[in-house]
């Protein structure tokens, strides 16, 4: 029998690819080679996939009677805004070659994530029907 996938499972796979991906830019940064946006390019791809996917596939399937589910699906998507902001920044200093600093970026997200994987994941995977997981599983497991 064939071991149903949760909705945490496949999301928490999606964080590992983009720390992956994060790692590399920061990597090719301290190069300060041709390489770097092309790492840039393809850790923001995977970020912008991962933000669609939690707001379209996600955000619009789970509405909750839970006043603190609701709160924590409004929290993420202040946190994606902020995120977007900052990568968008990080993208004008890269483009304009000035010093990259990932710090502040990097403890940001992966506060997200910790919060996500933590507290969000594992309330979906509770709180949803099986026939509203088995959409978001579908539409996280098929390629944008």
Do not use: C
């Amino acid at each position: 029998m064939k071991k149903k996938r949760s909705i945490a499972e496949t999301m928490v796979k999606h964080h590992v690819k983009i720390d992956k991906l994060l790692h590399e830019f920061k990597n090719e940064i301290k190069q300060k080679d041709a390489p770097l946006i092309g790492a840039f390019n393809k850790f923001k791809w995977e970020l912008e996939r991962h933000f669609f996917i939690e707001e379209k596939a996600i955000f619009q399937l789970h509405y909750s009677e839970n006043e603190k589910s609701n709160k924590i699906r409004e929290q993420l998507m202040e946190e994606h805004s902020i995120l977007r902001r900052i990568i968008d920044r990080i993208e004008n200093d890269l483009l304009n070659n000035r010093e990259i600093d990932l710090y502040g970026f990097r403890k940001k997200l992966l506060k997200h994530k910790e919060f996500e994987n933590r507290e969000f994941y594992p309330r979906l995977d509770e709180e949803l029907d099986d026939s509203r997981k088995k959409i978001i599983i579908e539409r996280l497991s098929n390629p944008i």
